[in-house]
């Protein structure tokens, strides 16, 4: 994916520019872990980067465009997410990609599925699934989190916490459904 036709002037633009033409890539690993599909990745990355350009006159430090960037990514995913939760319930398939989350043991320590995965993770909100999908499929830190989406730290904690809860009782309320 690149981006042509790009010219700029001042600092910031430059900034925004060279982040732009250089970070396309890693934009898109980003939302493709975020989405888990590839094509309403690259819709998203381009998407954001219309975004940046137009607000390029908005980045305040110029050494942060890539951050800035990641976080204009973060909201144009967090949109979509929402977007088809409203449309209809999430039907999401197994996709080998970049940043895909493995299998995981689950409580009882048996394996659960990336089947079983994908449809617990449509189970939780957009911020948590956002949060979720940097931490472990990114595997991102808690502070680049925050730095990348604009949150507090303490605030991606909790997140983290509470979608990690929200997996586990969609997990465990499959296997009994399977039980059944």
Known sequence: MTL???????????????????????????????????TAAEDAVQEAALRAWSRRRELRDPERAEAWFARIVVNVCRGEIERQSHRHA?????????????????ADD???????????????TADEQVVVAMRYGRDLTVPQIAERTGLREGTVKS??????????????????????
């Open 159 to 180: 997140r983290l916490h509470n979608a990690q809860r929200h997996l586990r009782a969609a997990l465990e309320a499959e296997r009994r459904a399977e039980v059944r």
């Open 110 to 124: 048996s394996w659960v599925s990336r089947e079983e995965v994908a449809m617990a993770l449509a189970r939780l």
């Open 90 to 106: 999430v039907q999401l398939t197994p996709w080998r990609g970049p940043g895909e989350l493995e299998p995981a043991v689950a």
């Open 4 to 38: 042509v036709g790009i010219e700029a002037t001042g600092s910031a633009e430059d900034a925004v520019r060279r982040m732009l033409l250089g970070g396309v890539a890693g934009a898109y690993r980003l939302a493709a872990c975020i989405l888990r599909d590839p």
